[in-house]
């Protein structure tokens, strides 16, 4: 094509107020078909991360990148260490480990358990080999079954899959209001 292909409404709009003579075409992005709900795989999940089946868990998937700023991790901790919510938890799916442009997640989780001491051992992380190795359609539908609410805390996102993602399984989206979030949670409002 000669012309720009957009991911969301937001790049159309952005583009357009640029130039409102230029010729765009969206194309949302797609999910996996297969995303859905799993009965077995919220407590197989829990139990992996060790989370008792009664708590109330948050959770987010992003990767350890680009920091200060974009992804929010550290906003999100710090969110949720001030938020006190009796018997919560917050499960990250991103690498603890650093690499450049990545801010050392556990060193944030240390910082904000001491001025908070309730959130000592209710940040869970995931198993780093399986990280690596990349979960499963299944696996993934597991996490996102899992969780009671999905937090996006991003400051930019080009589309924002894991929000479409947590949807597909029924799981409740708290998202920024920015970049491509309005569009693919709240889209009609």
Known sequence: VDYPVML????????????????????????EKDFGYTVNGRPEFRRSIEVPDDAFLFGTVGRNAYYPGRKGLDRLIRAFAEAEIENSYLYIHTGKWSESGSMAIEKVVEFYAEQHPWIEGRIKFPDEYNLVMGYSQNGMNALYSALDCYVQPTLGEGFGLPVMEAQACGCAVIATDCTSMPDIVCPHT
């Open 8 to 31: 969301s409404n937001f790049a159309e709009k952005a583009l357009q107020e640029f130039d409102p003579e230029y010729r765009v075409e969206v194309i949302p992005h797609g999910i």
